[in-house]
């Protein structure tokens, strides 16, 4: 129209058709996407209502802090599955889980703080053994169990759980290869003595 001048009616209504007629699957298309988008935003506002009510429930009573942990983390699984939402509608959503699922992880992270201390003072105690006692092995035994028993009711974060495993099992170890090195010496001491012995009856 611009470099040719308008053209006829006919011509356009003609163009008009085609057009639409292009376009139709198209608004087929976006349409099932709105739809969708609409149903992910009702999925969405019902699961809120759902974690609040789980988050109330779990942190009654005695918490269970392997189940709150496993919470946290479906939750998160969970929520990026819902699929997508209009943008008007997303930072809302998104700030209203966090602060659906913070109680839970608040008290959960605080509670791994805790555990990481506790688990720090289980390591002070296999090095505040003595590797030349008799009970010593009974000792780390029952640390042992101490620190299984703890593991299994506080999971903490992978990293944090190697880390702290790591000095836990290098303090045992530091305790059996003092108590293993005394045990060569006092060997070496009593081959020493039996040989001056057989010397003297000789």
Request: charged content about 30%; hydrophobic content about 40%; aromatic content about 6%.
């Amino acid at each position: 129209d611009a470099t040719s001048g308008a053209a006829g009616k006919e011509v356009w209504e003609r163009f008009d058709a085609a057009c639409h007629l292009a376009y139709a699957p198209a608004a087929l298309h976006f349409q099932q996407q709105a739809e969708q988008r609409k149903a992910n935003l009702e999925a969405a506002e019902a699961a809120l209502l759902a974690l609040r009510a789980s988050v109330e429930q779990l942190l009654q009573g005695a918490p269970d802090w392997k189940k709150i942990a496993n919470f946290c983390m479906q939750s998160q699984q969970d929520w990026k599955k819902l699929g997508h939402v209009d943008r008007k509608h997303k930072s809302r959503l998104d700030a209203d889980f966090e602060a659906a699922v913070h109680p839970a992880q608040q008290a959960l992270d605080q509670r791994r703080k805790e555990e990481i201390l506790s688990r720090e003072s289980l390591i002070a105690e296999v090095l505040s053994l003595d590797p030349m006692q008799r009970n010593t092995t009974d000792q780390l035994k029952a640390l042992q169990q101490r620190w299984q028993a703890q593991a299994a009711a506080v999971p903490l974060r992978r990293k944090d759980e190697q880390v702290l495993w790591d000095k836990y099992r290098a303090a045992c170890d530091g305790i059996f290869a003092q108590r293993k090195q005394a045990s060569g010496e006092a060997d070496a001491q009593r081959r020493e003595n039996l040989a001056s012995k057989l010397a003297i009856c000789a």
